[in-house]
């Protein structure tokens, strides 16, 4: 739609302009009207692109936590602090939730909302410009993170399934990756 409308636009001024039946005053009314639209249009589509792009290029996990980074710099991390102790009508801080019958399985926690302070319901992020491959060892290893750093936080059974974990040793079940 975003290219058809303005090439349809453009030639339907054309048609306007080669028109001898129409005055001049709706002539340039049709230019003034096509030029807007056209406008509008590569406004919109360059918009568009502007908030797809998340500039993430490669993401960590460390014991800190997972860590966002572009090209040059780290953008933004989700410390294992971050996390939260789950409200009093859930069971666990960290749990799975299914999106389908067979999953996938995302591993979600509790975080602080900075801006309202209400506790929010979070999963770990891996959008990326570049492709992530090794997702569930990056999960893999954040669980091993929240394991590590915050024993204080009650851990589903499910989550420790998923990942295989046992004890010092983590292999991710579903990723043949080093």
Request: charged fraction near 20%; glycine fraction near 6%; include cysteine.
């Amino acid at each position: 739609m975003s290219v058809f409308v303005p090439i349809a636009l453009i030639g339907m001024t054309i048609l306007v302009f080669n028109s001898r039946h129409i005055s001049i005053s709706l002539k340039i009314g049709m230019l003034v009207l096509s030029l807007l639209l056209v406008w509008f249009f590569g406004w919109l589509i360059v918009t568009m692109r502007k908030k797809t792009k998340s500039n993430v290029t490669k993401i960590t996990v460390d014991k800190n936590g997972i860590n966002y980074y572009n090209d040059i710099e780290l953008i933004k991390t989700l410390n294992y602090d971050d996390l939260k102790i789950r409200p009093q009508n859930e069971k666990y801080d960290v749990f799975l939730s299914e999106l389908g019958e067979d999953g996938p399985f995302i591993v979600n926690f509790y975080v602080l909302d900075s801006e309202s302070g209400r506790l929010l319901r979070k999963y770990p992020v891996f959008d990326s410009d570049a492709v992530i491959t090794n997702s569930n060892q990056l999960t893999a290893h954040f669980v091993t993170g929240i394991l590590y750093f915050r024993p204080d936080l009650k851990i589903e059974p499910g989550v420790l399934n998923l990942y295989q974990w046992n004890g010092l040793k983590i292999k991710c079940r579903t990723s043949n990756f080093p």
